[in-house]
């Protein structure tokens, strides 16, 4: 998968110089995504800490999904803490695969939110894939405004277990934070750094 990551880099001109190996850069980045801080991957790599931020969100772009099929697709919201706000992280999984289809963090959670939200979710599908949805009251005038197929739900548990799932492996992520993101986050810095953690879960499926 390596070689792979790092023919994608090379091929798209992802670092205009080869100054740094591109294969450090992208085991770096990997690094990182595994659990290890940028000051720790620093000391393993050889490379500054804030280089290796740079790579690892430069990188992210190359795992962004395709438009692509999906039966059924689980959508889930969880609260996060930043500085001293909180922000909510809204994710959608393919139930058969594992790979999300779609994250973004956003200040609030209304019914808007929701439904801008899957309106993504929904661009990002080939077809119409049946979404499973929690109780939420939020989803109300989504699932009513939306085209979506009948054997579209809400459940508590069921399919849509599969996003907690992976919301558990990003809450595992971001402990190394102490539930919080670095010093100076904003909501809009936190939602590359989702885009970036997810597109990384993609590659290694």
Known sequence: MLDHVVKEAREQEVFSREDTPTEDRIWAAFLYHAGLSYRRVEAVVGYSYEAVRQWYHRLAHLFEPEPDHHVTVAVDETKLKIEDREVYVWAAVDVDTFEIVHIEVSPGRSD??????????????????????????????????????????????????????????????????????????????????????????????
């Open 112 to 205: 808007l939110d929701a439904l801008l939200f899957l309106k993504t979710v929904l661009k990002r599908c080939r077809g119409r894939p049946v979404i499973v949805v929690d109780r939420g009251p939020w989803y109300n005038w989504s699932l009513d405004e939306l085209d979506l197929p009948c054997e579209s739900r809400r459940e508590t548990w069921g399919e849509r277990s599969l996003v907690e799932a992976w919301f558990g492996l990003l809450k595992y992520r971001t402990m190394l934070f102490w539930h919080r993101f670095p010093h100076q986050s904003t909501w809009q810095s936190t939602d590359r750094w989702m885009r970036a953690f997810a597109a990384f879960h993609n590659a290694i499926l």
